[in-house]
Each structure stands twice: as C-alpha cells, then as structure tokens.
C-alpha cells in the first residue's frame, strides 16, 4: 500500500550574508521562521569602511530586534562637536582653502529627526552576527541555479557550484548588486534590467587614524576640528566625505570621481598607480589636505553601480532583497537603510506564513514588492540627482551654493521621517485579505443564495 509523504515544513534559504542576509536571518529569527543562509565567502567578511545610517534604518533595527538596536548603539559614533548631534554633514569646498578664501564657512545640513551615527562595518558585522546561531549560515555556498516548477507545492531546488542540491520553501536573494538571483527573477521577462548600470563614478576609500586626520585637515572657518565631525567636501567632477568611526578613533574617506566613459575594466574594482589616484584630485584644484588623506587609501578604483529602475522584485517563489534588488550610489547614505527596511518587512510577512504554501508566499512577496519597491527605487533615483548636487551640476541648482544647502536640508526628510510601523501594519493587512480563506458556511450561503437568485429568474 503507498504512503503520502508530508511535505516538508516551511524553511527559507536565504542567499548572501551582506547587511540585506543577515538582517532578514535576524528578522526571522525573530518571527520563529526557519531559515538556512547560504554564503559564497569562506567566512562573514565586510566590505569597505564606514556606514552611515538614518532615523528610518535605526527604527527599522529597532522593529527587526530590539537588541540589534541597542548593540549598534553600543557601536555607533556620532559628531564631535557639541550640538551637531542632529547634523548629517557639513557642507563645505573641495577646492583648495575648502572655501573659506572666499568667505565660505562650514554649512550643516540635517534635521531635528535626525542623529548623527556612523559605524565601522566589522563593528557593524559583529554585532549582526552575534544575533544570529552559526548553525543557521553555511560558508563557501554559492549558488548557481535555483529551479522552481510553475505550480505545484512550494519546493525550490538549489544547485551549488560544489554540485551539492538542496531544497527549500522559497529563495531570498540577498546577493548583492550584481548576484545570481536577479537573474532568476527578471531574466526572462525583462532580460535588459537584470544587470547593474555604471553610475558614472568610482571612488577611493581610506580609513585614517583620528589623529593623524585632525593633525592633517586642521580647523575649520569656527575653529572646530574638520574630522571630528562628518563632513561633504564639495565640487565640480569630485566629491568627497570625511566622518568619525570607531568612537572617533578613525577618520572614514569616501573620495568620489566623476567619470564620463563607461565602466570597460572586467571587474568592480579596479588597481591604479598612486600617482593616477593622485591625479584623479590633482586635476580638479582639490585641497591638498585631502589629497593627503589619500595616503590611507589602496590605489583601487571601486565603481559605482546601481539598478536605476527594476520592473518586479520577485519571480514565484524567488524574492530579491538589498542590493540585489535596489542597488545604489551611496549619496544619500541609504543604501543599507533600505536593506534594513525591507528586512523589517520581509521577516514580518514571512511570520504570517503558516505553512510551506505557494499561494501564501506569493502573498508576502507581492505585498513586500507593492510597499517596498517604490520607496526603494525612489531612493536610487533621488540619490542619482544628490550625486549631481555634489558635482555642482543638479540641473536649477548648479553652482548656487545657496541653493545646494537649502536642497541638502530638504532632500533626506522623505526618507528619515518615513512612518515604518504603517507600512508594517499595512503589509499584515494586505496579506491577510490576499490570503483569506472564505469559510465553508460562507461559501454554502453564496452557492444557496445564487440558486435562489437563478430559481427566482427561471419562475
Ligand atoms: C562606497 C559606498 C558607501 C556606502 N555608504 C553607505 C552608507 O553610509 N549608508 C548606507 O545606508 N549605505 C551605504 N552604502 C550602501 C550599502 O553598503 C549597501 O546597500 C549594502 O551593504 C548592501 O548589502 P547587501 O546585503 O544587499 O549586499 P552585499 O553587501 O553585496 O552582500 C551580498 C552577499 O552575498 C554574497 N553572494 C553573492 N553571490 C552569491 C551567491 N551566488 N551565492 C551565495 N552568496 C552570494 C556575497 O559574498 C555577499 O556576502 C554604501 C555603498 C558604497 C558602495
């Protein structure tokens, strides 16, 4: 006699443990969702030095975990100067004198909603992965193929490069910008917006000691130290951010170029000579006391990309998150945000799944894209023209500096002040009526009152 084999319990593969994996992995922990995360490195690593975040990154934290919260608190580091706690920048010149020869003085922008914190990524990486049960991640897992069937249960077979097959409930593709799950998801109905465009920029990266960097950028126009508290040095064809990290013991550099031919070099980052970083500022006038900074720096260009538009976020039972979904230049410092907030929004939904059903997962994943998606890729495009605010080449602003400051005081409020927990509430209620099952007795009524209806029309 055969036997029906039950279907497997509900269980995530998440894929890649970036800021975007680990968050959802915390995130689901959380909900009590079973997951596996699946890395390709050998281990948690991060990438880059310093990462800004906003009120809406931190209330998302805040609403994923409340300890994630309170350890990156433990971590953060805001300005130095006292009363600059709500200040995100200093806007000040790259060109040579930061301004002040012709009278500039340093121009902050922020907001009363906004605290300034910053924090080294490893710092940030420890305090992640310290929320979340080693058994739970697999190391050297890159995926190659997932296949999903079109109907049926909700089953996905993953493929390794290792040749090791696996299977799970759905597939969260936390990759990256230029990961293998987009692929999976936009490849065959929109093949042109699977890969990410070049933005136009590359940047430089340095993390100097704090006191070699107030020794070298000195004094501001006020007297108070330029590294102590974040700064926007900006210009025509460059721009570049300077901010504490590491409880103010090192100075962050992002040195951004603007760059008109595309991006040809096979990879993302490219090596140069020293001499040809140098240049890149060398070139444009920019203060020497930035060049210096430089000093710190690897002569490795990073380039920009970022996925401007991206049609859907998921593809049956396969669902992109982070970057792999909204890559962005980082001059709105968001990027990681919106990590953080899809995280929030995924884990909640993924909570409300009460078995390993197509149609139940479908739900969360459209009402994840219906609310995330256009906040997201709102935040990619306006942070396209922020890049241009900086270059002094925002099409109305230009050069009036006057006016770059007033956009800067305006332009992140959207994105802070953002209601998180609304769109929490709003996801539950979305997927509940998606996902509503008409009762039995409901159904008898309908079917006894349209033959009623019909006996009614034929007497
Ligand atoms: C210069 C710069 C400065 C920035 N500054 C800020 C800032 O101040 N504030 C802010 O909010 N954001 C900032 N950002 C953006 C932010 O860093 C990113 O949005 C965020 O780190 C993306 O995280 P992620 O997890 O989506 O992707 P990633 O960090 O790219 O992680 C993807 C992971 O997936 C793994 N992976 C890839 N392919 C596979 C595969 N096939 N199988 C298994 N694993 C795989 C990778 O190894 C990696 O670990 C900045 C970005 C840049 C470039």
Request: proline share 5%.
């Amino acid at each position: 006699m055969g036997s029906i084999s039950p279907s497997p319990p509900l269980h995530i593969a998440i894929v890649g443990a970036g800021i975007g994996g680990l968050a959802l992995a915390i995130g689901l922990l959380r909900q009590g969702v079973p997951y596996t995360l699946y890395e390709a490195a050998g281990a948690y690593s991060a990438v880059g030095a310093g990462v800004g975040l906003g009120p809406n990154a931190l209330a998302a934290m805040d609403a994923i975990d409340a300890r994630f919260r309170a350890l990156y608190n433990q971590i953060s580091t805001g300005n130095v100067t006292p009363g600059k706690d709500h200040v995100m920048m200093d806007a000040m010149l790259l060109e040579d004198g930061f301004g002040e020869k012709r009278g500039w003085k340093p121009a902050p922008y922020g907001a009363p909603c906004y605290d300034r914190t910053s924090a080294h990524r490893v710092d940030l990486l420890n305090v992640m992965t310290s929320l979340i049960p080693i058994s739970t991640v697999k190391f050297n897992k890159r995926v190659k193929t997932v296949d999903q069937k079109a109907e049926g249960g909700a089953k996905v077979t993953i493929t390794f490069e290792d040749g090791e097959v696996v299977e799970a409930s759905a597939v969260i593709g936390c990759d990256g910008a230029k990961g293998a799950t987009r692929q999976m998801v936009l490849g065959e109905k929109y093949p042109d917006q699977v890969r990410a465009t070049y933005s136009g920029k590359y940047v430089y990266r340095s993390i100097v000691p704090m006191e070699d960097a107030v020794k070298i950028l000195g004094k501001d126009a006020l007297g108070d130290e330029i590294a102590g508290d974040a700064k926007m040095f900006i210009g025509k064809g460059a721009n570049v951010t300077t901010f504490p990290i590491s409880k103010g013991t090192q100075c962050n550099m992002v040195a951004f170029k603007l760059d008109d031919k595309p991006w040809t070099y096979p990879e993302w980052t490219q090596p140069v000579t020293r001499e040809e970083m140098v240049n890149d500022f060398e070139e444009l006038g920019v203060d020497k006391r930035l060049i210096k900074m430089l000093d710190w720096a690897k002569p490795l260009r990073w380039s920009i990309h970022h996925h401007l538009t991206t049609p859907v976020y998921y593809n049956g039972l396969i669902c992109l998150l982070g970057d792999s979904a909204h890559a962005t230049t980082p001059h709105q410092a968001a990027g990681a945000g919106q990590c953080l907030e899809d995280a929030l929004i995924l884990s909640r939904l993924l909570g409300l799944v009460s078995a390993p059903d197509r149609d139940q997962l479908e739900a969360a994943f459209k009402v994840y894209d219906e609310i995330r998606r256009p906040r997201a890729q709102k935040v990619v495009q306006t942070s396209k023209q922020a890049g241009l605010v900086y270059t002094l080449s925002a099409p109305g602003i230009g050069d009036d500096l006057d006016a770059i400051v007033k956009d800067l005081n305006h332009r992140f409020l959207w994105i802070w002040e953002h209601d998180l927990m609304a769109d929490v509430d709003r996801a539950e209620k979305e997927f509940k009526a998606l996902t509503r099952k008409e009762p039995e007795t409901m159904n008898m009524k309908r079917v006894s009152a349209s033959v009623v209806e019909k006996t009614a029309l034929t007497a």
